[in-house]
């Protein structure tokens, strides 16, 4: 890429000259879509970010957010980070650094918030998975996340797995971090004081990466593979290790004012945010820079996306002790400058390469005004389908199939804190009273804190805004099922090129949709990312809203999904079921295998109350197992809740593929020995239908109004094992 014309007027117009070299490419990757959000942030604005529990919203490397009191239920002084980014086009470029490095970064973004990272999640986006490149992308991505993770000892908790043909040419790896820490550990990206020293830790800086602002602001290239690789950075994570021990270290001892992870361009990305969020400037020798190679250029150390690598601002009396720290953990340690006021100014070879405002750098860019088309609204056109197929054709599918061969590559118990292990609705992580590390005293009784991430690219390709819609309701459904009351979120909004009206109008719907439902269910979006130019010679990705949301519970016992084979079953949530509405099939796995179209069903008005219900009733004694119904239908969630127990369910009194597979969200089927409790916990709120009972013999038989199912635990469990078998 290169600065447009318009760019380059606006910038010559304000630096009252032609810009160096350095300035140009520094201005083309800070301006650019991926950094500067020029086409999204005139949207994001709809989100509502703010709440009692809120202590740091958009805007800083990651969000922080006060977990309520156990007792109390008010915002105690134990804090998490939420945080999530994209690393879609290096992936594709290559599957293992891409991916890897996109762990790295989202843990850094951590780390510069002072909070200890806890656990990953990673929402993965393939094209069809009959293909031989998306199985060899899938398997690069899955081992650069398991490789990395598992070497920094940073668990793997959660996420999902989608495949559409629409992400052939551009697959999606997005990537989030949740950290740990209490009040006094809080530290923010806003330089505090002029006479701070600007002192980088970690890496030394090489030519990986160079440009990679700018390459993820582009669509993707026939030979992308071959001629945007020098843009994919390398990871160690090895290295990642000592910088998250030494920035604890750092943490602990106070010697921190500020920080900034070095993430998309480089250094200049850091350090010059890092002061213009304080409102001050700097002075920069980038000749100071601890180097990898020989004879690199200003703009080179400048713009390079060298992994493991921070920014800190230090007084100068504790400069010598930074210093001490990084060479105990045997990282490279560099006083490359300091805050300052006035102008963001950079010398490399006795000579000013850089010298402006930083907050033209950092917030200069011009937003985009976009042309868009609204989307159409799908037409009903639904085939003829034997029951019998489409229960074997949709438990199979490797969208809803059991995603083990993922996870288990992951190391998910490191740290000792995950109670509830992926494969769950949700992840539930530990947080014991009175700790804010991994290595705290106390054991007690403490935080339960629930994860679920993830979106639904049928659902919004079939509907962006209900879809979107549909995406924030079922993580807050998911979170509800393990007792869990939604706490906050941070998005990651995937779109094609903003440019096409059609694209800008699908990505303006999922914007809108995310943003109503986030506000209905009282769940603030406290951060997140944009990746735009997700386009390929094969064509547009559908709009992905990544949502990853988190909640809290008193304790972390949740109910299982699997039937303990004992109580009665409960469809809560279902209008269907209940008689209330027709079956709308848009947007389901089903008509994903089939073909065919249908309007995809939006939410109930009433989920929020449905999601407080559920919670409620999760927590319940007579409560035996929950389970989220969405993606693949009732067919699915039956299906995955059987095991040692089996279930015999009546279906009848309505169309069979329509009550099995439509996949309207904020539902949940419910194994209870208190059928009486639960109507009336959810008597006003949402329907609740007797659909069965739990049995002992590991069958799941289904009558409907077309013939009965039945399959053995054994049956289902080989009809879902579709990914090791076909991978193995």
């Known amino acids: 890429m290169s600065l447009s014309d318009s760019d380059r007027e606006i910038i010559t117009t304000e630096l009252d000259r032609e810009p160096t070299r350095a300035e140009a490419t520094l201005f083309e990757n800070l301006w650019s879509e991926h950094c500067a959000y020029r086409s999204s942030r005139p949207l994001l604005g709809a989100f509502e970010s703010e709440g009692e529990q809120v202590v740091v919203g958009p805007g800083d490397d990651a969000a922080v957010v006060a977990l309520p009191d156990t007792e109390t239920g008010e915002p105690s002084e134990t804090y998490v980070t939420l945080g999530i980014e994209s690393h879609n086009h290096p992936s594709y470029v290559d599957p293992y650094d891409g991916a890897a490095t996109g762990i790295g970064g989202i843990v850094r973004d951590t780390l510069s918030m002072g909070a200890y990272p806890i656990a990953l999640m990673d929402s993965l986006y393939f094209g069809g998975f009959d293909r031989d490149h998306t199985r060899y992308l899938l398997e690069g991505v899955v081992e650069g996340i398991s490789d990395y993770g598992n070497a920094i000892g940073v668990p793997t908790v959660g996420g999902s797995l989608a495949f559409h043909p629409d992400y052939e040419g551009n697959p999606l790896v997005n990537v989030a971090c949740v950290g740990l820490l209490s009040e006094e550990r809080l530290v923010t990206a806003a330089a505090k004081r002029a006479g701070n020293k600007l002192v980088l830790v970690g890496n030394a800086t090489g030519r990986d990466g160079l440009g990679g602002a700018s390459f993820a602001s582009e669509d993707l290239a026939e030979d992308a593979e071959t001629e945007d690789r020098p843009a994919v950075q390398v990871g160690d994570p090895y290295t990642e290790k000592l910088l998250i021990e030494a920035n604890e270290t750092l943490i602990d001892e106070g010697l921190i004012e500020s920080a900034r992870d070095l993430g998309a361009a480089g250094l200049g990305g850091a350090s010059s945010e890092l002061v213009a969020k304080g409102g001050l400037g700097a002075r920069i020798d980038l000749e100071r820079v ?84 609204e989307p159409a609204d799908p037409e009903r056109d639904l085939p003829e389908i034997d029951l019998q197929d489409a229960f074997e054709a949709v438990v199979s599918s490797p969208n809803t199939a059991s995603k083990e061969w993922v996870y288990r590559q992951y190391d998910h118990e490191v740290g000792l804190r995950t109670a509830v292990k992926p494969g769950d609705d949700a992840a539930v992580l530990a947080i014991r009273e009175g700790t804010d590390r991994p290595d705290g005293a106390n054991r007690g009784p403490g935080t339960g804190l629930a994860i679920s991430a993830g979106a639904d690219p049928n659902w919004t390709a079939a509907d962006p805004y209900e879809g979107a ?86 304790g972390y016992d949740a109910p299982p999904t699997r039937l303990a084979g004992e109580g009665a079953l409960l469809a809560v949530g279902d209008p269907v079921l209940a008689g209330d509405v027709a079956p709308e099939l848009g947007g389901s796995e089903l008509l994903a295998r089939f073909g065919g179209s249908d309007r995809f069903p939006a939410p109930a008005e009433g989920a929020p109350a449905f999601v407080g219900a559920l919670a409620e009733v999760a927590e319940d004694e007579g409560t035996l197992a929950v389970h989220d119904a969405s993606h693949g239908g009732l067919a699915v969630t039956l299906a995955e809740m059987v095991g040692e127990a089996g279930a015999r369910v009546d279906l009848s009194g309505g169309p069979a593929l329509g009550r099995l597979f439509h996949e309207r969200v904020g539902r949940a089927v419910i194994e209870t020995t208190d059928p ?53």
């Open 290 to 373: 601890h180097q990898r190679e020989p004879n690199m250029t200003a703009v080179e150390v400048l713009l390079a996306e060298s992994q493991e690598r921070m920014c800190y601002e230090v007084r100068p009396e504790s400069v010598e002790r930074v210093r001490a720290v990084a060479d105990r953990f045997d990282l490279g340690c560099s006083v490359i400058g300091e805050v300052a006021e006035g102008n963001y100014v950079c010398e490399f070879d006795g000579e000013t390469v850089v010298d402006v405002a930083p907050e033209l750098l950092a917030d200069g860019a011009p937003m985009n005004d976009l042309a868009y088309v």
């Open 469 to 554: 819609r549909a995406i924030a309701v079922e993580n807050a459904t998911n979170l509800a099922a393990k007792g869990a009351t939604p706490l906050a979120a941070v998005d990651c909004l995937n779109g094609a090129n903003p440019e096409k009206p059609e694209v800008y109008g699908g990505f303006r719907a999922i914007v809108s949709g995310l943003a109503d439902a986030c506000s209905d269910l009282s769940v603030p979006v406290v951060g997140g990312n944009v990746s735009l130019y997700n386009d390929s010679a094969t064509g547009p990705i559908p709009p992905t809203p990544t949502l990853a949301m988190v909640g809290a519970r008193a």
């Open 676 to 728: 009486e409790g639960v109507h009336e916990r959810v008597a006003g709120v949402a329907p609740v239908v007797e659909i069965g009972e739990a049995t002992a013999d590991g069958v799941l038989e289904i009558e409907t109004d077309t013939g009965e199912l039945t399959s053995s635990a054994a049956e289902i469990a080989d009809l879902r094992d579709v990914l090791a078998r076909e991978l193995d």
